[in-house]
């Protein structure tokens, strides 16, 4: 099962491409999820999130939605959270996991997270905090791209999130893996001018064209084949060129 949205919804620059003009921030999750079945929430990443949110969530969207819920900086930037933490994010997310909601918890790291024996205990920790839920790491430095890294996290049960990003070094490419019952795809742009000297969302204002996209389908095809869920989520927010890349891509996957 292929599912296709955006990372986040509430943007006010997607009013005219894709919110109705005067439509409220509050009303924009509920006009999303008449379009697509799955979202990310990352304000999640900023602050500790309260369940309030989560309620909130799980009351303006159908039943058979979708959320993924990225983690928290501290545990993957800071790095300086524990378990009573992890306990208290989970607690908030109770409303979507009760009803069936939360696809996974995604962890995505800085590039200064290298590959080491410190990091991955690291991850074997998060995955002791989080037991018993999806747990989808995303890198973003290329020394986590060996046989043995995907080996750890089959062994841990961790997903590995491929990205879609500009091909520039040090970076960890287009590389396609599944290591937990959930493929996860995640799409940046490939702004390679604005990648580093960009300012705020600048890095991720790229529209793919039609080719691009279809470089992906026989890719999410094999992925899919090997995963019980596939998501795919489309980072280049500005504009609302992740409406409309999302968009073309459901039509190229035929009805997902």
């Keep these: 099962m292929i599912r296709v949205g955006t990372a986040g919804y509430s943007y006010t620059d997607w009013i005219g491409p894709f919110y109705p003009a005067g439509i409220k921030k509050a009303e924009m999750l509920e006009f999303y999820s008449q379009h697509f079945s799955f979202v990310e929430i990352n304000t999640t ?68 997270f290298h590959y080491n024996a410190q990091n991955c205990d690291h991850l074997m920790r998060l995955r002791e905090y989080f037991d018993g839920y999806e747990l989808c790491i995303e890198f973003r430095n290329r020394e986590w791209i060996k046989g043995e890294v995907f080996d750890f996290m089959r062994r841990e049960g961790l997903g590995f999130v491929c990205v879609d990003e500009p091909n520039l070094r040090g970076l960890i490419g287009n590389v396609i893996a599944v ?61 609302g060129k992740a409406i409309e890349n999302a968009k073309a891509l459901i039509g190229y996957l035929g009805n997902v």
């Design 179 to 239: 290591t937990s019952g959930t493929a996860y795809l995640r799409l940046h742009g490939r702004n390679a001018e604005k990648w580093y000297s960009g300012q705020g969302s600048e890095r991720y204002d790229y529209l793919y064209s039609g080719s691009e996209l279809l470089e992906w389908i026989g890719r999410l095809r094999e992925m899919d084949d090997n995963a019980a869920l596939t998501l795919v989520s489309f980072n280049n927010h500005p504009k």
């Design 45 to 112: 990443y900023y602050h500790m999130p309260g369940m309030r949110l989560f309620q909130g969530l799980d009351r303006k969207t159908p039943p058979d939605f979708l959320f993924a819920v990225k983690l928290f900086g501290g545990f993957t930037h800071e790095r300086n959270c524990g378990k009573e933490d992890a306990e208290r994010f989970i607690y908030a997310l109770s409303p979507i996991i009760d009803s069936g909601k939360l696809s996974c918890i995604l962890a995505q790291f800085p590039y200064s």
